[in-house]
């Protein structure tokens, strides 16, 4: 089945700074999302982005399916960034998203 | 906002007991998913369904689980004989209303603990 790599596994910031998260993916895919896991442990969605570049508020992605790769930009950071942020791919016909391992960010205040 | 709903929020089971999670889709989607999330572990894919019957399944899918949709609204996933490696979080999901086609919304999950 197809792989996702996400990176870094870990991230502290402080507040205010920028951050890039980066999600691989091993072969071509025709839907891919970006969520926030909550402490409360709901998925957000943040992006549906199978190509091209988004932007809401200070959260941003794009992803480059040529190469394989989505990122996922926050700005200004706060400490309500802070959960595990998930990549997760779908390819073909099936309608099924494969979940990378995540990057779990800590925003300091 | 439409939203995936899911009952119960929590259950503790013994090990051993049948569990019912119910999942109510978002209403004009198509595709229903169960995931779970074993703690600090990624999400995984369980089983999807379309137009009634299972579309796909993983190897984690055997005979222990079977999903349902009952009525027009409900999609149900029952896990039979349960045992201690089945506490996780159970996110119920769904796809396929006009617009965004492939974009999937999770519900809120069920924690299950299996004692």
């Known amino acids: 089945g197809i792989q996702v790599e996400q990176s870094p596994p870990d991230l502290i910031l402080q507040e205010g700074a920028n951050s890039t998260l980066r999600c691989n993916f091993s072969?071509?895919?025709?839907?891919l999302q970006w969520f926030h896991q909550n402490p409360w442990g709901q998925l957000i969605n943040l992006f549906y982005i199978p190509s091209g570049t988004k932007q809401n508020g200070r959260l941003s992605a794009t992803t480059v399916a040529t190469e394989r790769y989505s990122l996922l930009y926050i700005s200004s950071s706060q400490t309500t960034d802070s959960g595990v942020y998930f990549c997760?791919?779908?390819?073909?016909?099936?309608?099924?998203?494969?979940f990378g391992s995540g990057t779990q960010l800590t925003v300091l205040p | 906002e439409p939203e995936v709903t899911q009952t119960p929020s929590h259950q503790v089971t013994q090990m051993g007991q049948e569990v019912i999670l119910r999942c109510v889709p978002i209403?004009?989607?198509?595709?229903f998913y169960w995931y779970r999330q074993i703690l600090g572990q990624k999400v995984e894919f369980l089983v999807s369904f379309y137009n009634n019957e299972i579309s796909e399944k993983s190897e984690i899918f055997d005979d222990q689980f079977s999903v349902e949709r009952p009525d027009g609204s409900n999609f149900t996933l029952k896990i039979r004989s349960t045992k201690l490696e089945d506490s996780a979080m159970y996110f119920c999901?769904?796809?396929?209303?006009?617009?965004?086609?492939?974009?999937?919304?999770f519900g809120e999950g069920s924690r299950l603990t299996v004692l």
């Open positions: 072969d071509s895919v025709n839907n």
């Open positions: 999901a769904s796809s396929g209303g006009t617009g965004k086609g492939g974009e999937l919304f």
């Open positions: 997760a791919v779908g390819r073909g016909s099936a309608r099924q998203l494969t």
């Open positions: 209403s004009n989607h198509l595709y």
